[in-house]
């Protein structure tokens, strides 16, 4: 058995889960994750995606040729490997989709983005696949910030109710080109699924506290109409824009009530806000970007 | 239609509401489209928690602002009109 904290949760797991970071055995964990018969289509499912099927409290995802994970009541995960495919494979859909998905039943606030914090104040850095929020996050870790999250993006209220960033106890993610840009070669670990060129790059720093949320950046290239620059979303905007930076969002509805949804995303936007960078695309201008973002949070 | 100080309104049950510091924010689902109010909306909107008329809520705001009571009527008759328009609320009892 594997202990692992993945977004402030403590796991226990049949299987490894490599990019994650192992602590000692735990006594009560949150989160049960083993090998176990997963059927093909749930009995009766009351909704259903491309990849999903939902009835009651769990969600079955299919993944074709690779893996079936069952996700039960934001406690549990079961897979099946399909014939082929090899556990470190799965791994890769258990810290990802499925956990995505079992933090949702949990009711968490969970954005697909990147989160770095300094001075126990964290940013959340959203925006499309491949619009560069691991690339952004990288290159603040270059600069002294520590590495909170890549990709699942979990937002929690600590005792004063306050919103704080769960660490993901994971390695960042980048792909190839990124790392060599950001000169991380020597950091840069084994491919993170043998068909895809992202890589697991150890983070220089990780937090261990989750750090209070400060402030979320919305990525967006410098195209018309939008010019370079930092702005602040109103409120109706930011509300919209973390519903439809939810990670999975549609499968998200099926998992949490509109009310629920808005609760969450009020709650946090009583402390937080958001607010669109416009730069343009490319390794050319990191640094400035960099800069512009690090000033920004600095004056909030 | 047109707004009256008689004309009884009530919220309509698709939308969803939350507080935001003295804002608040609106997501009528049935339009997937979000509103902001500011104070004076939210107070407005608390108040429609129970159906009640225009001029019902402009006494009400009379009292709790610093507003002079045309200013407040021309203001309340504009702001449920247009949230009447938006589908926000609904006219009649």
């Known amino acids: 058995m594997y202990n692992y904290r993945v977004s402030g949760l403590s796991v226990i797991s049949e299987m490894e889960l490599p990019g994650a970071i192992g602590i000692a055995n735990g006594d009560a964990p949150d989160v049960t994750v083993r090998f176990g018969r997963v059927p093909q289509q749930l009995s009766a499912p009351s909704a259903s995606g491309p990849a999903w099927q939902r009835e009651g409290d769990t969600i079955l995802l299919c993944v074709p040729r690779l893996a079936r994970f069952l996700i039960t009541g934001g406690k549990s995960i079961v897979v099946e ?220 | 239609m047109t707004v009256t100080l008689d004309t009884m309104l009530r919220r309509d049950a698709g939308i969803y509401y939350a507080a935001i510091g003295s804002e608040g924010v609106m997501l009528n689902v049935n339009a997937g489209l979000y509103h902001g109010l500011n104070d004076v909306g939210v107070r407005i909107w608390e108040l429609l928690e129970t159906p009640q008329t225009a001029a019902q809520i402009r006494d009400r705001l009379v009292d709790e602002f610093e507003v002079e009571r045309q200013v407040c009527q021309a203001a309340v008759l504009d702001f449920v009109g247009e949230l009447l328009e938006r589908g926000i609320i609904l006219a009649g009892p």
């Not at chain 1, 890769?92 to 990147?114: C, E, N, P, W, Y």
């Open chain 1, 81 to 300: 490997l399909e014939d082929a495919a090899t556990a470190r494979d799965a791994s890769g859909f258990v810290l990802g989709s499925s956990l995505g998905i079992l933090l949702h039943q949990r009711g968490a606030l969970v954005l697909h983005g990147a989160a770095v914090a300094r001075d126990g104040r964290g940013i959340v850095i959203c925006g499309h696949s491949g619009a560069g929020k691991s690339t952004l996050a990288a290159a603040l870790c270059r600069i002294g910030c520590s590495f909170v999250t890549d990709d699942i993006c979990a937002v929690s209220m600590n005792t004063s109710h306050e919103p704080i960033v769960l660490p993901d106890g994971r390695q960042l993610k980048l792909w190839e080109q990124s790392i060599r840009s950001l000169e991380l070669g020597h950091r840069q670990g084994d491919a993170v699924r043998e068909t895809f060129e992202k890589y697991f790059v150890a983070p220089d720093i990780t937090v261990s506290e989750p750090p209070r949320l400060s402030a979320i950046y919305l990525l967006s290239e410098s195209q018309p109409p939008f010019a370079e620059g930092i702005e602040a979303l109103a409120l109706p905007d930011a509300v919209r824009m973390l519903e439809h930076e939810a990670y999975r969002p549609g499968l998200r509805r099926q998992l949490n009530s509109t009310s629920q949804m808005l609760a969450q995303v009020a709650a946090t936007l009583r402390y937080v806000r958001v607010f669109r960078l416009t730069r343009p695309l490319g390794f050319e201008r990191i640094a400035a970007t960099v800069d512009a973002v690090m000033q920004h949070w600095q004056e909030l």
